[in-house]
């Protein structure tokens, strides 16, 4: 397992970093190595959440390499094939949208952009307040692509936000295996 190389791609849900980072320590304690992303918005935005240095400085500490932030640093993870698998976690609305339109104007889509053309495996955390309004039609979309596979996910609060899903982040790791040999972790909605 010290051969496989997961790139662990953050997006902006800020509220669910403190989540999300035990995972990608967990990962790297499995002996995975871990190469992080950011985007450009979780890399430079201070919120109520945490500090991005502070997130930026974890994410380093966790798995010994400089995050990627950049466009430019994302575009030879397909060329070089650095990566056995690309987790993004969070995943936003706006991120699965750009996905699911073939847009890569963030070092997170770029590096799934240049990942799949090597046809590596993609896993999708999702974390969107529309994941059942807007973002529907993107995580279908998704979800019917070869290779595209995601953490199982539920409404987070189904009587205040009706339409909000999120995944269950400690499932990454089962979820990774499953990645890893080609296949969905069921059940995936629950």
């Known amino acids: 397992m010290a051969e496989t190389r997961i790139g662990f791609a953050v997006t902006g849900s800020f509220c669910t970093f403190a989540r999300v980072f035990p995972q990608m320590q967990l990962l790297a304690e499995k002996g995975y190595r871990v190469i992080p992303i950011m985007s450009e918005n979780a890399y430079a ?9 502070d997130w930026i400085r ?11 932030h950049t466009i430019a640093q994302a575009e030879p993870i397909g060329p070089k094939k650095l ?20 847009i890569y104007d963030t070092a997170p889509t770029l590096a799934v952009k240049s990942h799949r053309r090597n046809d590596g495996p993609v896993l999708i955390a999702v974390s969107t307040n529309d994941a059942l309004a807007f973002s529907a039609a993107s995580i ?8 595209m596979f995601f953490v199982p996910f539920e409404q987070d609060d189904f009587r205040g936000k009706p339409t909000s899903c999120v995944a269950d ?3 990454i790791l089962p979820a990774v295996g499953a990645a890893l040999d080609g296949r969905q972790l069921q059940p995936m909605v629950f």
């Open 58 to 68: 974890q994410a380093e500490e966790i798995t010994g390499e400089a995050v990627i």
């Open 140 to 147: 279908g979309t998704l979800m019917a692509r070869r290779g």
């Open 169 to 171: 982040f400690e499932k």
């Open 45 to 53: 935005t201070d919120t109520r959440f945490g500090r991005a240095q």
């Open 83 to 102: 990566l056995d698998l690309l987790v993004i976690a969070p995943c936003t609305g706006n991120t699965l949208g750009k996905l699911a339109c073939g």
